[in-house]
């Protein structure tokens, strides 16, 4: 199992990691260009590709491959800004998970209480675009077929940087620039 675990995060964290590294500065553009928020575009983005793969967006689990702990968050720690620390990291990912099941819930009931306590607490604007909507946003549409675009891209330059991962994985020196880099480009 010991040897697996740099393999396993490896093969999770690199194409996320060159996902958001390539995907976030257009989104950061898109953001501005057609007054949609951070969240929304993901979330729009990854509805399309639930329903890219016959998943139902309602119904799927967006956290259940995540195994927090702190050898995971050691291991990406440094893929973020140098202020970021393992506890740090730790902490973002559990809580990422939790909210993530709680707003990707396809209980209406909740979705309602949730929907409504983000008014009452004047959350709404910042979360609520977080939650997996029924049908596609309108205002997401053109940042979603770009966005499917650069997915295309950052899987085969994800396939070029497994090697110099695993080196990384290894405590051992490497020269790659595309792993040089923040989730934001």
């Known amino acids: 199992m010991t040897k697996m675990l740099p393999a396993r995060i490896s093969t999770g964290f690199v194409p996320l990691?060159?996902?958001d590294s390539i995907c976030h500065p257009y989104i950061h553009t898109a953001m501005k260009e057609f007054n949609v928020t951070h969240a929304a575009t993901e979330t729009a983005f990854d509805r399309a590709l639930l329903l890219k793969d016959g998943k139902d967006p309602q119904h799927f689990d967006p956290c259940g491959h995540f195994e927090v702990n702190t050898r995971n968050a050691a291991v990406i720690t440094p893929f973020y800004t140098p202020e970021a620390t393992v506890a740090l990291t730790e902490k973002s990912i559990s809580s990422m998970?939790?909210?993530?099941?709680?707003?990707f819930t396809p209980n209406k009931a909740l979705r309602r209480a949730i929907d409504t306590g983000l008014y009452i607490t004047f959350h709404h604007d910042a979360i609520a675009d977080m939650m997996m909507t029924t049908q596609d946003v309108p205002s997401c549409k053109l940042c979603t077929e770009h966005l499917i675009e650069l997915y295309g891209k950052a899987l085969e330059l994800a396939k070029t940087l497994f090697p110099a991962a695993q080196k990384l994985l290894q405590n051992e020196k490497v020269s790659c620039p595309e792993l040089d880099r923040t989730f934001d480009g």
């Open 17 to 19: 990691f060159t996902l």
């Open 97 to 103: 998970v939790f909210y993530g099941r709680v707003l």
